[in-house]
């Protein structure tokens, strides 16, 4: 477990540059103290409005563990009512990872209400995921996948996403998944059994 303060001995700067209103100033654990920075509409958040726990969790769609991740905090979120998850985009893999991650903030952006969905639809398609996969799936779900994918090809680097990379990178984080569970650091995959023991406490 590592406590604020012991996070702030070992990472001496952490600056973000954000001047947007901020989430609360609750910063009672390390995954709030995370997120403390980014204006509550920035990043997508799932789950309870007063969490018991929170969950951050780090991630790349075409990360295999990632896809079981999701469908385990999908489940978690079905059965337990006291969990919120942010969801922070960390395309490690680069190359279409990084597409991806630019395509899901713009459906948070436009249509709040479809990104879990297009989340845990993004993560079936895993290691498979090709240009044509994501372009039907945002059509099937009403949005202009084409225009979507060209501009998120082309467009410059996503401000949230690049501060995500300098916060897992802060953390010492190197690969995907990896979750911070109030105040504990999980890096890689946590099972469902143990999810539900920890929210359960």
């Not at 059994?193 to 406490?201: C, G, W």
């Amino acid at each position: 477990m590592i406590d604020k303060l012991r996070l702030l001995l070992l990472i001496p700067v952490m600056v973000f540059s954000f001047t947007n209103t901020h989430f609360a100033e609750d910063q009672s654990s390390l995954a709030k103290f995370l997120i403390r920075n980014f204006d509550p509409l920035e990043v997508p958040t799932v789950g309870s409005n007063d969490p018991d726990y929170v969950i951050v969790e780090f991630f790349d769609y075409r990360c295999g563990y990632c896809g079981k991740q999701a469908y385990d905090y999908a489940k978690l979120l079905e059965s337990h009512k006291n969990v919120q998850i942010i969801y922070l985009e960390f395309p490690i893999f680069g190359g279409i990872s990084e597409t991806a991650s630019k395509l899901a903030m713009n459906v948070w952006q436009q249509k709040p209400d479809s990104y879990f969905q297009i989340h845990n639809e993004f993560m079936k398609l895993g290691p498979k995921m090709k240009r044509n996969n994501l372009i039907q799936l945002l059509n099937r779900n009403g949005f202009d996948g084409e225009s979507m994918f060209i501009e998120a090809e082309s467009s410059e680097k996503n401000r949230v996403i690049e501060t995500n990379i300098k916060i897992a990178k802060n953390l010492g984080l190197r690969g995907t998944p990896a979750s911070v569970v109030n105040d504990t650091i999980f890096p890689g995959y946590i099972q469902l059994s143990k999810l539900e023991q920890i929210v359960s406490q």
